[in-house]
């Protein structure tokens, strides 16, 4: 358990998740209902204890900036796209965290006052303290800069006790575990070693990011369910990375 979570787990967490979840096995540019369903079932448990809960999302099963761009799209473009399709994501989320009776705000980096409100960080904060769930999207407003940076550039903003990244698999490895089946899964990671491993946690800027802040870092496998409750618990799921 971390030093900052309590005996009862954390107070305020942030949530870090791809936009490929979103489209479960469908194929890319879809989000599939079941997938939403899941996701958002498995974040109102880990709500239902009590937990101040803000959510960063992705937009992979919709656009990649900057592998899809090809030679047609500059970078700069290719990324604003990229943040649109998070608020396309964060609606998804919104509409049916809300079907399950939780209130919910989306918070935009860009401006888009007919859909979102614009993101500020003492009402984010204190719509946190009602117990409304806030989604962040538009990652951080600027291009260059991925949706696992604003994941951990909100975190420590809105003084978050840890940043909870759910993945595809159970934690980070040694190798990719999908190639290479003997590949180890660590239980616990210095930021550093990340870092100078080039192991596949986050970006660099977000992990250097958490790094510099003391925040602490906990991968683990969305799939699994209940595991979003058990990390907010403080029970011990997938990779910690810490000083």
């Not at 409304?132 to 291009?143: D, S």
């Not at 909870?164 to 698999?169: H, I, N, S, Y």
């Not at 290479?180 to 800027?205: E, Q």
Request: with cysteine; aromatic share 4%.
């Amino acid at each position: 358990m971390s030093p900052r979570a309590a005996k009862k787990g954390y107070k305020r967490v942030l949530l870090k998740l791809s936009g490929e979840a979103l489209s479960g096995t469908a194929r890319r540019g879809i989000i599939d209902p079941g997938a939403l369903t899941h996701i958002c079932a498995e974040v109102k448990k880990a709500h239902a204890l009590k937990v101040e809960i803000a959510i960063v999302i992705g937009a992979g099963n919709i656009w990649r900036g900057a592998q899809d761009r090809g030679g047609a799209i500059q970078r700069v473009t290719a990324d604003y796209m990229g943040m649109l399709a998070t608020i396309i994501n964060a609606l998804a989320l919104q509409d049916s965290l809300e079907s399950m009776d939780i209130a919910t705000r989306v918070q935009t980096a860009i401006e888009i006052p007919k859909l979102s409100e614009a993101y500020i960080r003492r009402r984010a904060i204190r719509h946190l303290e009602k117990g409304r769930i806030v989604i962040f999207a538009a990652g951080t407003g600027n291009p260059y800069f991925s949706t696992d940076t604003a994941a951990a550039l909100r975190a420590v903003e809105i003084e978050a006790d840890v940043v909870l990244k759910a993945t595809k698999v159970d934690g980070v490895y040694d190798d990719d575990p999908v190639r290479n089946k003997k590949a180890k899964l660590y239980k616990r990671l210095r930021y550093m070693d990340a870092i100078k491993r080039r192991l596949r946690v986050m970006d660099a800027t977000a992990i250097t990011l958490c790094m510099e802040n003391k925040m602490p870092l906990v991968v683990f496998n969305l799939a699994t369910r209940g595991n979003i409750a058990k990390a907010v618990s403080g029970v011990r799921v997938g990779t910690i990375l810490e000083e």
